[in-house]
T-cell receptor, first 112, second 113 residues
Framework: DGGITQSPKYLFRKEGQNVTLSCEQNLNHDAMYWYRQDPGQGLRLIYYSQIVNDFQKGDIAEGYSVSREKKESFPLTVTSAQKNPTAFYLCASRSPGGNTIYFGEGSWLTVV | AQSVTQLGSHVSVSEGALVLLRCNYS??????LFWYVQYPNQGLQLLLKYTTGATLVKGINGFEAEFKKSETSFHLTKPSAHMSDAAEYFCAVSESGGNQFYFGTGTSLTVIP
C-alpha cells in the first residue's frame, strides 16, 4: 500500500539524549514536512523539504534537525537542545505540483 | 501572511443534530482551504478541500464546506451528527502554488447520544 510510515509510534527519551524519528513515504512525493502537535496549539511547522538535499526551517526549528538524503525519507532528530520535546510529531508529504498534504500516523515522544 | 482561526475549541452536539464548525482565514492571495479530521492517536485525514471552482465542496462522511470570500470563511457542516464523528477537526490554508500550510488550533467535536 502507498502511504507515509512513521516510526516508532511511541518513544521515550531521557533528558540530554538525542532521538531520531523516522518518516518514509512511497508516494513518490517531492515535498515533505514535520509538524509538532501540542494540545490546544494545533500544528506547528518544524521543517520542510521540497527536494532531496534541501530543507527549510519552519516556525519552531530550534532544537531540531533534519536530513533529506533520499526522496523517500525525511528523518527528524530531536536534540538535547530542545527543552520541551514531549509532544506528538506528524510527518506529511505533498505530490509534485499538488495542492494537498497527506499525513502519517504520528509518533509520540515523551521525556522521562 | 496567512492564518486560520477556528472559533470554539470544543463543540458538543446531540446525535442527529446539525454539526457546524467554524473557520475563518486571512490570506493576501486566493487561498486553498482544507478540513482535516484526527481521531485519537492518529494522523490527520483529509475531509475536503477547496481550490478553485464551485464554492460548496463535499467531502467524505457526509461533510461539506462553503468558501465565502466576502466573509473569509470556510465553515464545515454536516446535517446529522453520528457518534463516529467525534474527533478533532482542523482547518488549514495555503497559497495556490505555495509550499506551506497553516493550521488552526483545532475543534474537538463531542457527539452526545
Amino acid at each position: 500500500d502507498g502511504g507515509i510510515t512513521q516510526s516508532p509510534k511511541y518513544l521515550f527519551r531521557k533528558e540530554g539524549q538525542n532521538v531520531t524519528l523516522s518518516c518514509e513515504q512511497n508516494l513518490n512525493h517531492d515535498a515533505m514536512y514535520w509538524y509538532r502537535q501540542d494540545p490546544g496549539q494545533g500544528l506547528r511547522l518544524i521543517y520542510y523539504s521540497q527536494i532531496v538535499n534541501d530543507f527549510q526551517k519552519g516556525d519552531i526549528a530550534e532544537g531540531y534537525s533534519v536530513s533529506r538524503e533520499k526522496k523517500e525519507s525525511f528523518p527528524l532528530t530531536v536534540t538535547s537542545a530542545q527543552k520541551n520535546p514531549t509532544a506528538f510529531y506528524l510527518c506529511a508529504s505533498r505530490s509534485p505540483g499538488g495542492n494537498t498534504i497527506y499525513f502519517g500516523e504520528g509518533s509520540w515522544l515523551t521525556v522521562v | 501572511a496567512q492564518s486560520v482561526t477556528q472559533l470554539g475549541s470544543h463543540v458538543s452536539v446531540s446525535e442527529g443534530a446539525l454539526v457546524l464548525l467554524r473557520c475563518n482565514y486571512s490570506s493576501s492571495v486566493p487561498p486553498y482551504l482544507f478540513w482535516y479530521v484526527q481521531y485519537p492517536n492518529q494522523g490527520l485525514q483529509l475531509l475536503l478541500k477547496y481550490t478553485t471552482g464551485a464554492t460548496l465542496v463535499k467531502g467524505i462522511n457526509g461533510f461539506e464546506a462553503e468558501f465565502k470570500k466576502s466573509e473569509t470563511s470556510f465553515h464545515l457542516t454536516k446535517p446529522s451528527a453520528h457518534m463516529s464523528d467525534a474527533a478533532e477537526y482542523f482547518c488549514a490554508v495555503s497559497e495556490s502554488g505555495g509550499n506551506q500550510f497553516y493550521f488552526g488550533t483545532g475543534t474537538s467535536l463531542t457527539v452526545i447520544p
